[in-house]
């Protein structure tokens, strides 16, 4: 079965950096766009950044255009997030998500639904 595993999160100071990684198993991992979302509490999941398989294409929400990064490493089967430039409303439950299936990019890719595997999350807790 599928699996993503992230980890990387943790507790840092606003203007910090961290680098979140994601382990994907169970899937032909180089095959399916990947996303990585957020939830603070109180707050409805929002995607973060998202990429296509081929890598050569990212997407970001505006608030973190410019500090953060998304990437992948097919050969690794990973997906990574380099978040730098942290700031406390970046506070949340981070999480990656598979697309629905192998080539296929969903136009509606900011939205939950539009991705079929879940990990179970990691924490950044940025404080001012």
């Known amino acids: 079965q599928v699996q993503l595993v992230e980890s990387g999160g943790g507790s840092v100071q606003a203007g910090g950096s961290l680098r979140l990684s994601c382990a994907a198993s169970g899937l032909t991992f180089s095959t399916y766009a990947m996303g990585w979302f957020r939830q603070a509490p109180g707050k409805e999941r929002e995607l973060v950044a998202a990429?296509?398989?081929?890598?050569?294409?990212?997407y970001y929400a505006d608030s973190v255009k410019g500090r953060f990064t998304i990437s992948r490493d097919n050969a690794k089967n990973t997906l990574y997030l380099q978040m730098n430039t942290l700031k406390p409303e970046d506070t949340a439950v981070y999480y990656c998500?598979?697309?629905?299936?192998?080539?296929?990019?969903?136009?509606?890719?900011?939205?939950?639904?539009?991705?079929?595997?879940w990990g179970q999350g990691t924490q950044v807790t940025v404080s001012s």
């Open positions: 998500a598979t697309g629905r299936a192998s080539y296929f990019w969903d136009p509606d890719y900011s939205r939950s639904s539009s991705y079929a595997y």
């Open positions: 990429i296509l398989w081929t890598g050569r294409t990212t």
